[in-house]
């Protein structure tokens, strides 16, 4: 499947998608039926994450303070629910162009609570909820930081992804082995709330790529005035925290230490950066 799978990369390029990512379903092994791609396609053999970049400016109203509609329209609403979307589903259709079954998967909050009662024996209730992160970086497009956020080499952690399913059997990408994150402690600094709690580390390993990873409270990220925003899709999802100020520390920290791939002629972060430290307090 060599030849079909630089096809379908071919075509993702032309799509204008930014990054894919490809995983056999061997990868999942042990991810709980709850969690697992076969529970909603059992003859699945391939796992495609698909991303589109955030632009650097759709952040530029947020860093400045000065305009913050920009970034729920092209940083999240739109460019998941529209662009990226449609990215998705042009290459499900070119995979079932070519008689392959193609499921394409919106990335959904994990804390979605089941919503029925099994239909059989064994089966988990719908709705199944894939761990997007985990799975991006079982398909080797990045790893998960140590504040919690998926990142990649080319973006850090500036995309949006969704994934599909197909019953092709594709070349998969190799699991990403450089370290994007540095790991540092220090990092904890970007969250002014103190919502990266440092003295609560874990390990995670997933295909074999270890990362540190700090607990970070997300019921302060829920009282977050830096540019949190609540969970588009699901009251109990995680806050959409890509815009606030931990996440553009992130992507000032990345470019200044040339981290990543994606690198401008002006940097990110003109000034100190402002700061709500509580309710009508600005820092």
Request: aromatic fraction near 8%.
């Amino acid at each position: 499947m060599r030849d079909f799978t630089l096809q379908l990369r071919d075509y993702a390029e032309v799509n204008r998608v930014d990054l894919m990512g490809i995983a056999p379903i061997e990868r999942f092994d042990g991810v709980p039926k709850e969690r697992h791609p076969s529970s909603i396609f059992p003859e699945a053999r391939s796992v495609l994450v698909v991303g589109k970049r955030i632009t650097r400016g759709v952040l530029r109203g947020v860093e400045e303070g000065t305009q913050f509609d920009l970034y729920p329209m092209y940083g999240r609403d739109w460019l998941n629910n529209r662009i990226l979307a449609m990215a998705t589903f042009r290459l499900g259709e070119f995979l079932e162009d070519n008689g392959w079954e193609a499921v394409p998967l919106p990335n959904l909050p994990l804390e979605v609570p089941a919503l029925g009662i099994p239909v059989r024996p064994n089966q988990p209730p719908p709705n199944v909820m894939i761990d997007f992160e985990d799975a991006a970086v079982r398909a080797g497009l990045g790893e998960i930081g140590y504040c919690g956020v998926f990142l990649t080499p080319q973006f850090g952690p500036r995309q949006r992804i969704q994934m599909i399913l197909t019953d092709a059997k594709l070349e998969p990408n190799p699991i990403l082995e450089k370290a994007i994150c540095s790991g540092s402690k220090d990092h904890a600094k970007f969250c002014p709330m103190g919502a990266i709690d440092v003295s609560c580390e874990k390990t995670t390993v997933i295909c074999g790529k270890q990362m540190v990873i700090a607990r970070v409270d997300f019921e302060k990220c829920k009282t977050c005035k830096n540019g949190a925003y609540p969970n588009p899709y699901h009251v109990t999802g995680k806050p959409d925290r890509l815009a606030a100020i931990c996440v553009r520390s992130c992507v000032e920290y990345l470019e200044t230490n040339k981290a990543i791939e994606s690198s401008f002629h002006n940097p990110f972060r003109k000034r100190a950066p402002w700061q709500v430290i509580e309710e009508r307090k600005l820092l």
